[in-house]
């Protein structure tokens, strides 16, 4: 237990453990065992740690959701309040409120929060794309970012500062979504975006978040390759990117590979870039409706992405798009054609644990629900 960790991995750890960034950056190395400190929680035992997104409904749900997080998560992202719609839906009219609550909340928990996300093509309020020229565009996006950034300084452990840039469909040479940011500035709008939060934030992890990166297919190996062809001009021209946030959103019927995934993984840390795994979840749709042959399906999906994203080198934090299946976005997103709900995450709409969060624990070392001490579940 007196292997050497990084600064930036100590960082993360100490996070978890209820520490803040702000105190540790000057930190040097550290031991594992000086981590054990801070607290004997499941949170420093895992190497990977593992979380949750977690939404303002999360928070307000008559269900014991939060509590469910809070016993469960080392790690939370923001789910909704952070896209640009929200905390700047007018000209310089800043709405943090939501996202405040729920730093507040991964505040009382003692763990980590990420930032998701500043620059999307999706939940962009319109005013944004309407600035009359280039030099416009990109100081809105400059203002937008330096604000956002600036207002949580100290306070978020990762920023996915640009949300799904690759498209190889829309038929560039790049593979690089023709969004109306890159249509105002060109690829550079991702340099720009990273520079201007790595100038409000210079100790938050920046990264690029993106999904469909994960499968055997032909449409995954294109993206796959677009993405390694950005990260590799970022890196090139010394644009700030910290890691690469591979969504995994998961489905049934695909399947995940070694030589696919594992492979991209092994180029993505050889080019310097860690790997976070941001919104893992599988959409069961293609399985037959039976719940306990649905679960063990949904699980094997897990355990099978989770044994080749872990075996290609450390990854800093997996982390579920919602914990519950009440709270999935594929219940209203990828309704299943025979009326049954999703299930789709570790704990089912009873928040009770299901296979799935047994191979999350396997994977990731977690305690079994009955035996991590925390304090009973209630509202
Ligand atoms: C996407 C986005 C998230 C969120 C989830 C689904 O891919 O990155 O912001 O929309 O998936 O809700």
């Known amino acids: 237990m007196h292997q050497r960790i990084s600064r930036r991995r100590f960082i993360v750890a100490a996070g978890a453990a209820g520490g803040t960034l702000a105190l540790l950056t000057h930190c040097?190395?550290?031991?594992?065992q000086q981590l054990s400190l801070a607290t004997a929680t499941v949170r420093t035992k895992a190497r990977t740690l593992f979380g949750s997104a977690v939404s303002i409904e999360d928070l307000d749900s008559p269900f014991p959701i939060a509590a469910l997080i809070r016993a469960r998560c080392g790690i939370v992202v923001t789910s909704g309040p952070l896209y640009w719609l929200r905390v700047q839906p007018e000209p310089g009219r800043f709405v943090f409120t939501n996202a405040e609550r729920i730093l507040a909340f991964s505040a009382q928990a003692g763990v980590p929060t990420r930032g998701h996300t500043l620059v999307w093509h999706?939940?962009?309020p319109s005013w944004v794309h309407e600035a009359r020229d280039q030099a416009s565009t990109r100081a809105i996006l400059q203002e937008h970012i330096g604000t956002v950034v600036r207002h949580f300084r100290g306070r978020i452990h990762?920023?996915?500062?640009?949300?799904?840039?690759?498209?190889?469909?829309?038929?560039?040479?790049?593979?690089l979504r023709t969004s109306p940011f890159l249509e105002a500035l060109g690829?550079?709008?991702?340099?720009?975006?990273?520079r201007a939060a790595r100038e409000a934030d210079p100790a938050s992890l920046l990264g690029i978040n993106e999904y469909g990166l994960e499968g055997d297919g032909p449409s995954a190996a294109a993206r796959r390759s677009a993405m390694i062809g950005l990260l590799a001009r970022l890196r090139a021209e010394g644009t700030p990117v910290d890691y690469l946030g591979i969504q995994a959103h998961l489905v049934g019927r695909n399947s995940y590979s070694h030589e696919g995934l594992g492979t991209f993984i092994d180029r993505v840390r050889d080019m310097g870039v860690r790997v976070?795994?941001?919104?893992?979840?599988?959409?069961d749709s293609s399985f037959r409706a039976d719940i306990s042959e649905r679960d063990a399906a949904v699980a094997a999906v897990y355990d099978r992405f989770l044994t080749v994203a872990l075996g290609h080198g450390p990854i800093d934090a997996v982390l579920t798009w919602g914990?519950?299946?009440?709270?999935?976005?594929?219940?209203?997103?990828?309704?299943?054609?025979?009326?049954?709900?999703q299930?789709?995450?570790?704990f089912d709409d009873q928040l009770q644990p299901k296979p799935a969060w047994d191979a999350l624990r396997s994977h990731l070392g977690l305690p079994a629900v009955d035996d991590s001490g925390s304090a009973p579940i209630s509202g």
């Open 276 to 283: 976070l795994i941001t919104e893992m979840d599988v959409d």
């Open 187 to 194: 690829p550079d709008y991702i340099g720009v975006a990273m």
């Open 158 to 175: 990762s920023w996915d500062v640009v949300n799904e840039p690759i498209e190889p469909r829309d038929g560039r040479a790049d593979g």
């Open 323 to 341: 914990l519950s299946d009440r709270s999935s976005w594929l219940q209203s997103r990828a309704p299943r054609g025979d009326g049954w709900a």
């Open 28 to 32: 040097g190395s550290h031991t594992v």
């Open 343 to 346: 299930r789709p995450l570790p």
């Open 122 to 124: 999706q939940l962009t």
